[in-house]
């Protein structure tokens, strides 16, 4: 039996899935991952058929000779872990393996090179520029417009976004940003991108206005096929997001087939090919249907792959590893004949999770069709990022209005516990 290498650089709810996904296609699954802790491996180990350490996944040629030692023919190398996309598919290609150039999810996992791309292709986007001190405020400012959105160039997760309305919001902006990533411990923002160094070089971008939804698009052989539209309805001052629909609730088919049409382009647009993507907009009142986010070589993260199943009967995660692999599409099912909301709770305050508590009397509430608990006991909870801690998955709400308030019910019930880091 063939056997298919998943890559990770931390624990995370995926891996179940994307292995389990990869058995189905009859193929055997291990592990390739970074030093883990005694008990980790162990627990990781139980999910796959070996597991494979490497000093730095990040490292691709070190990363494809370790899989080349354990078998001369994988059947594929893949990874749902956004920060070693571009590495895993250059490893990919060292082995013959490779389904989507890795050129192409460097690109993804620079946005201000996204912004270049779509702007090249003559899709809409907000003015941008990038700013590397806060003496740039002013000149960025002029630039872009005001009010606008500063971000790090290669995050995810809303980690550290802000909006400001002043050019002293934005050079304070940037002195935050400053600040605080180099003290994260995501390793994405300690390497280069590029020839951008992520911990002092940060995008600005004019702030759109107008609904915001996300589309996940399938891409097989050059053609681009979109799952479904969610919509999110419920976003907090954070910008973080609380609720989702799938599908939206008020939105004519021809806007649906609009904001499918901005999201196949801007994927083909960017050369993404035998992948997916999770891409997210926003439906601005003068710009139209404009791409705001593009996480390229994955499904949606979260739980929203399970909101996408119970909406659509298609499984995002199942789709995402025959595209890697290669292997014939796979079987798809119905949706549920009812919209399907998806609620996202966050921790407050940052330490490291001791315990979360609420979750069952949360899954007795008459809507709630189920809760996924994506954080583990010992992962770092920031308020700088947005970190889907607990999901619950509805039906039967009427409106916008009975899903906040079902958020809000839920939100009394659900408990997290930290200590401090």
Known sequence: MKTAFVVCETAGQWIADVVAAVRATGLGAELVTQPLEPAEQARMAELVDGVVVVDDVRDAEALAAAIRERTAS?????????????????????????????????????????RQALAAAGLPGPRCALISSDAEAASVASAVGLPAIVK?????????????????????????????????????YHRLVGAIDPLKVFLVEGLLRGP?????????????EPVAVVEKPLIDERKFELGMVCPPLELSEKDTERLFAAA???????????????LELID??????????????????????????????????????????GTPPPARGAGLPVPV?????????????????????????????????????????????????????????????????????????????????
Do not use: W
């Open 212 to 224: 915001e939804y996300a589309v996940d698009v399938l891409v097989r052989d050059g053609v681009a």
């Open 152 to 188: 790090p160039v290669n995050g995810a997760a809303s980690n550290l976004v802000r909006t400001v309305s002043t050019v002293d919001d934005l050079a304070a902006a940037y002195r935050l940003l400053a600040e605080r990533l180099p003290l994260s411990e995501d390793a994405r």
């Open 74 to 114: 994988p059947a594929g190398v893949m990874t749902a872990a956004e920060g070693i996309i571009a590495s895993v598919a250059r490893a990919a290609e060292l082995l013959g393996v490779a389904r989507c150039p890795a050129s192409v999810f460097t690109v993804t996992h620079n946005k201000f090179a996204v």
């Open 264 to 278: 196949t382009a801007a994927a083909l647009a960017l050369g993404l090919d035998n992948t997916c993507a999770h």
């Open 341 to 421: 909301g998806y609620l996202i709770f966050y921790a407050e305050g940052t330490g490291r999770l001791v315990r979360v508590e609420g979750t069952d009397e949360v899954a007795d509430l008459p809507e709630v069709l189920e809760v996924v608990t994506i954080v583990r006991p010992g992962q770092l909870l920031t308020d700088d990022q947005e970190i889907y801690a607990v999901n619950v998955l509805a039906a039967g709400f009427a409106d916008t209005e009975d899903l906040a308030a079902l958020h809000a019910e839920a939100a009394k019930l659900i408990r997290f516990e930290l200590e401090e880091s």
């Open 284 to 325: 601005d009142a003068e710009l139209g249907a404009t791409i705001v986010e593009v996480n390229a070589g994955r499904p949606a993260g979260g739980a929203q792959p399970v909101l996408l199943k119970l909406a659509t009967g298609i499984d995002v995660i199942a789709e995402a590893v025959s595209l890697a692999l």
